[in-house]
């Protein structure tokens, strides 16, 4: 009696095992990094192949190969790959072969899954693709910064698309399909299925049809980045399964319909940069799912609707570079799942509501609007992960309260250009702080600066310009901010005191960026300034520095801005030659300078040596009509 278990086991094995040897075959010609290698490094013929990272196996078959992200850059032409199969599930991407997409693809007929994507594949995809039929997945998307893309040009996009019947997932992103409306959305049409359809940056051109809505399956759209030249059709509200819609950067125009918003299961809306689309916030779904809206950069207008806070999941909106007024509706404080919210370079007037039930606030931004009033300490309780927040621009007014100082996980503070007062309270703990850029300038803060900010290790941009400080400040006391490359005292009511014993810990200060100290009532050039080498922009204007420009001052090789006006100074000591090549602006005008004008027309562009004694004798006559351009001696 014949065994048929028995002669079944047999067979299977000997299949795998003839499996596991075209893996190994396949292994043997791939070129790869075995030090960044994961996966194939550790294939061998020791342990089952259905044991190894990176495989699948049913039924005694390999039915899935992930190499993903293995470091391959070559050996995949005639690869024993090919012959598998039984094979259903295959992933390449993030790899570098910089090689055509091999035609023998077309030889895996059971394929379900084929991911290519940032594999480095270039050219022309083979038409041989179109005859996995099975496919459910296709991705072939690149990244932007591919300086080959893949090409669907001949086999065009309809070609390669009308067998492939059973696509529920298609990913082109960054593949040059250069189309236009009918002609993509026409190749679509063979898709019933399809549910996920992404093509950002393919050179696609518009209009978008509104015949897109009949792919009722669809739940996501991405189109992003590509020249549509069209309004949104708003045929798109039939899309009862759409849960994703990008169309950023697609030059649309027109009127947005605000019917897809009432979309019942839609979670994503990215219709940003595009600035000649127009549109306003209605009304929303009572149970919806979005979580991300943006519209920044769009000509949406108009109030936010107090129906905002029925956005129970919202965790990202951003409506910034928007033409948005009125006050914020009190309801908005109820959205506590906000992550992200940026209402920059809009018109919204009225007090900030209360943000403190939005306990995952990560990103505040409210820069330039009109919004008014105090911010209270309870306005920022509990907001224990906010990182960034910019209210510059407004006329938010009141004292500072220092509970912002002490928020935990803070790095960016920017109140600049506000009506905020009165004297900035010390903080306590700030060296456990996080905080590493704080903005206060040109506000009407006054009294002393806390020593709390000398104690902020983390800090590198520090601008308390154009206020009322008041009080004497050490320079030496910024030693113990080794990160600090960007500090702005200017036009404050501050004696700054630059005088060290001798060169003592000239060395260990701070390596200065942008170093802006006008009006600060300074004697003399700051000494540490001779150590400085990364200097870009230096402003000692408003003064009363006497005497000589020191020649060192042109040894800052990466300068761009120099203001040294408003000061008593006599001579400009040189020699020039080793002047930034980056320079633009040289600012000396209000001095006792006198003798030749020296000459910058070299690198600067800028130049203003008015109100001063020179001669108006160049060393170069030549220099002359230049000169002229840039100045008024007289």
């Known amino acids: 009696m014949i065994n048929l278990s028995a002669n079944t086991y047999a067979a299977t094995s000997h299949s795998l095992h003839h499996e596991q040897f075209l893996l190994l075959q396949m292994k043997h010609n791939l070129v790869f990094s075995p030090h960044k290698s994961k ?13 190894w990272n990176g495989i699948a196996c049913s039924n005694s078959s390999i039915i899935g190969v992930d190499l993903s992200e293995e470091f391959i850059t070559g050996g995949l032409d005639n690869s024993s790959l090919f012959n598998l199969q039984h094979l259903q599930n295959l992933n390449l991407a993030y790899n570098d072969f910089h090689s055509p997409i091999p035609s023998n693809f077309g030889l895996l007929k059971n394929m379900r899954y084929l991911n290519l994507s940032n594999a480095g594949f270039e050219g022309q995809i083979p038409i041989e693709i179109a005859h996995l039929t099975k496919l459910d997945t296709l991705d072939l998307s690149t990244s932007l910064a591919s300086q080959h893309p893949l090409k669907l040009e001949n086999p065009n996009m309809k070609m390669l698309m009308q067998n492939l019947t059973e696509i529920t997932e298609l990913y082109l992103d960054g593949v040059n399909v250069s ?6 959305l026409y190749a679509l049409s063979s898709l019933p299925k399809l ?6 940056s393919c050179n696609l051109s518009g209009p978008i049809d509104s015949s897109i809505s009949k792919l009722q399956s669809l ?8 020249n549509m030249s069209s309004p949104v059709p708003k045929s798109l509200e039939n899309l009862s399964s759409l849960t994703t819609l990008q169309l950023s950067s697609c030059g649309l125009i027109g009127i947005f319909p605000s019917s897809i918003f009432q979309i019942q299961k839609l979670k994503v809306v990215d219709i940003s940069d595009n600035q000649d689309l127009q549109g306003s916030l209605q009304n929303f779904p009572q149970d919806g799912y979005l979580q991300t809206l943006n519209l920044s950069y769009t000509n949406f207008s108009g109030l936010l609707p107090g129906a905002i806070s029925k956005l129970k999941h919202l965790s990202m909106l951003d409506l910034s570079n928007c033409q948005f007024n009125g006050t ?26 209360s943000l403190n039930m939005s306990s995952k606030l990560i990103y505040l931004s409210l820069f330039r609007n009109n919004f008014t009033g105090p911010i209270t300490s309870t306005h920022w309780e509990g907001l224990r992960n906010l990182t960034s927040i910019n209210l510059g621009d407004n006329t938010f007014n009141g004292k500072v309260p220092s509970a912002l100082f002490t928020l935990p996980s803070l790095q960016d503070l920017f109140l600049s250009h506000n009506d905020f007062d009165g004297v900035l309270e010390e903080f306590p703990l700030a060296s456990y702080t996080t905080l590493q850029y704080v903005d206060l300038s040109n506000n009407k803060l006054q009294g002393s600066i806390p020593m709390s900010f000398f104690h902020l290790r983390s800090l590198e941009f520090l601008q308390l310009s154009s206020n009322q400080f008041n009080g004497t400040i050490r320079f030496d006391m910024f030693q113990r ?5 960007t500090l702005g005292l200017s036009h404050n009511n501050l004696i700054v005191d630059t005088t060290f014993n001798g060169d003592q810990g000239l060395a260990s200060f701070p390596s200065f960026s942008y170093l802006l100290l006008a009006s600060c009532n300074l004697k003399k050039f700051p000494n540490f300034l001779r150590n400085q080498t990364h200097l870009t922009r230096l402003d000692l204007s408003n003064n009363q520095i006497q005497g000589v420009i020191p020649n060192w001052v042109w040894r800052f090789n990466i300068l ?30 209000s001095n006792e300078l006198s003798g030749s004008i020296p000459i910058f027309t070299k690198s ?31």
């Open 39 to 51: 996966k194939l490094v550790h294939w061998n013929q020791s342990v089952d192949c259905c044991q």
């Open 179 to 184: 189309a236009v409306g009918k002609e993509w």
């Open 195 to 200: 549910r996920v359809l992404s093509m950002s």
């Open 219 to 226: 739940s996501v759209i991405q189109l992003s980045m590509n």
């Open 328 to 353: 914020l509706p009190i309801s908005f404080s109820g959205l506590t799942e906000l992550v992200h919210l940026d209402f920059s370079l809009n018109s919204f007037t009225g007090p900030l509501p």
């Open 481 to 485: 901010l080794q990160n600090l490359h």
């Open 560 to 589: 761009i801005a120099l203001n040294l006006s408003n000061n008593f100074l006599t001579s400009v000591e040189g020699p020039f030659e080793n002047l930034s090549s980056n320079l633009e602006s040289v600012d000396l005008h």
């Open 604 to 634: 600067a562009t800028q130049l203003d040596f008015s109100r001063n004694r020179f001669s108006l004798i160049p060393p170069n006559m030549k220099e002359y009509d230049k000169i002229k351009k840039y100045m008024n001696c007289i």
